[in-house]
Each structure stands twice: as C-alpha cells, then as structure tokens.
C-alpha cells in the first residue's frame, strides 16, 4: 500500500526556521496537504494543494512542492506551534487518501 | 458556524457493538463527502474512508473494509460509523471530518473515544 514518510522528530528554538518533509512516489502526481495536531485536539488543516493557505493560517506557515518530496516550513517558529504535524495525499489512483506517520515538532 | 459534533467517550466490552455518529452544521451536508479517521493512543491518523451522504456512496481504506461499516442520513445531517463486535485494538479516538475537493478535510469534530476492554 502506498506511504508517505515523514520525520518522526524535528527540533527547532524559537525564531528559528522549522521544515518537515514528507515523501511519496505520487507526490509528483497528487497534491498535499498538512495538519497540525496539539494534544487532545482535533487536526488543524494548515495547507491545502501543496502550497495554498487556507484563510486564518498565519503567514509563517508555508508549503512548497519538488519531484517526490513536499515540504512544510515554519519561520519564526513560536513556542504555540510545538505540535504533531501531519502530511496527507492520495495513492495515484487518486481515491485513497493516506497520512504521513506524522512529525512531533519541539520548539526548544 | 461551519461544525461537525461527535457523539460522546463509549466503554464497551470486546464482542460488543457500537455506533458512533457525527452531525453536521452549518453547511449543505448531503453534497460534501464526510470522512472518518482513527487515531489510536500515542499515533498517527490512519484515513479510515468516506461516505456522500447525498446518495451514501462509500469508499473505504481496505484495511477497514469489513471491519466497521460507515452509514448517514442526509435527513438529520448525520453520518455513523459502526462496529457489529469490538475488538480490544479498536480502542482509539475516532474523528469525522469534511472533505473538500481535490481531496482534503477542512473541517474536523471533535473526535469519539472509544474504549474497549473486558
């Protein structure tokens, strides 16, 4: 079935750039998506079509795209954005959706 | 306002059956796919499949298929996920959510706790 691999941990101080990548053979093919997680709470969708903002998602929060890897960057990492983050696509089929394993970001 | 409501934490027994429901607010609920996703203790979010309440078209995650069975009603903004005999392992927190296309889910309830154990 197919994958989407994540990092499993990322490590930043705060003010400091953060980027979570996640890959998969249909990226190319298929657009992404990320959420973020806080503990207790319900996914958070933070970027939609790979790079798209959806309206109340702070500037800070940016995705791009390349070949088989997209990428979720944080600048000026703040301490509130310590959370699991989550990419999301589709198999090349286009209809099964999966997630990522999911990235715990520490804001030292 | 823009929500899905879950329905409240379940303890059940393994062998026992449950239904869990999701209703929607605030949006045409019979023309947007909804989407249920498992999350079980200290993991990831595992897509579990997706129901058009409009006409109850269903696709399910194969790793699912057979294990629960997604139903709603468009009449009451509805839609159920169901288990006819819980096994242990289906202890998680299970989350409904809005899919909008291509394929993403915008909005999320505020997830079921499910706890199975003899």
């Known amino acids: 079935s197919y994958e989407l691999t994540q990092p499993p941990s990322v490590s930043v101080s705060p003010g400091q750039t953060a980027r979570i990548t996640c890959s998969g053979d249909a990226l190319p093919k298929e657009f992404a998506y990320w959420y973020q997680q806080k503990p207790g709470q319900a996914p958070l969708l933070l970027i939609i079509k790979d790079s798209e903002r959806p309206s109340g998602i702070p500037e800070r929060f940016s995705g791009s795209s390349s070949g088989t890897t997209v990428t979720l960057t944080i600048s000026g990492v703040q301490a509130e954005d310590e959370a699991d983050y989550y990419c999301q696509s589709t198999d090349s089929s286009g209809i099964q959706v999966v997630f990522g394993g999911g990235t715990k970001l520490t804001v030292l | 306002e823009v929500q899905l409501v879950q329905s409240g934490a379940e303890v059940k027994k393994p062998g026992e059956s449950l239904k869990i429901s999701c209703k929607g607010s605030?949006?045409?609920?019979?023309?947007?796919?909804i989407g249920w996703v498992r999350q079980m203790p200290g993991k990831g979010l595992e897509w579990m499949g997706i129901i058009y309440p409009g006409d109850s078209d269903t696709r399910y995650n194969p790793s699912f298929e057979g294990q629960v069975t997604m139903s709603a009603d468009a009449s009451i903004s509805t839609a159920f996920l169901q288990w006819s005999s819980l096994k242990a392992p289906d202890t998680a927190v299970y989350y409904c959510?809005?899919?909008?296309?291509?394929?993403?889910?915008?909005?999320w309830g505020q997830g079921t706790m499910v706890t199975v154990s003899s």
């Open positions: 605030g949006f045409d609920f019979s023309n947007h796919w």
């Open positions: 959510a809005r899919n909008v296309l291509p394929n993403s889910f915008d909005v």
